[in-house]
Nanobody, 123 residues
């Protein structure tokens, strides 16, 4: 079982930046595809970004391309999401996911989930 714990969320003004972290409990973290999703009340989880364990290739939702950067530090068992140029519509609970089996942008493809960290963007 892999436990994922996010941190780094908060309240930030539009145009600002944040770096979210997701620490995994298991050493084999480096063998898992990892990703970030976000969710707002009343809506389904929305894919944000993912990074493959093999080769480190990345995938981003169109809405965040050029502003968000996903990365991982296998030595620290930690996944990151650098968020720049924040917009009001980026307000959401951001959750990390691990262990994909299937299409990365599909939430049901992922086996492990963190509890999420709130990001609130103010005008």
């Amino acid at each position: 079982q892999v436990q994922l714990v996010e941190s780094g969320g908060g309240l930030v003004q539009a145009g600002g930046s944040l770096r979210l972290s997701c620490r995994a409990s298991k050493r084999t973290f480096s063998n898992y595809d990892m990703g970030w999703f976000r969710q707002t009340p009343g809506k389904e989880r929305e894919f944000v970004a993912a990074i493959r364990w093999l080769g480190g290739s990345t995938l981003y939702a169109d809405s965040v391309k050029g502003r968000f950067t996903i990365s991982r530090d296998s030595a620290e068992n930690t996944l990151y999401l650098q968020i720049n140029s924040l917009k009001l519509e980026d307000t959401a609970v951001y959750s990390c996911a691990g262990g994909a089996s299937g299409s990365l942008p599909i939430a049901t493809s992922w086996r492990y989930w963190g509890q999420g960290t709130q990001v609130t963007v103010s005008s």
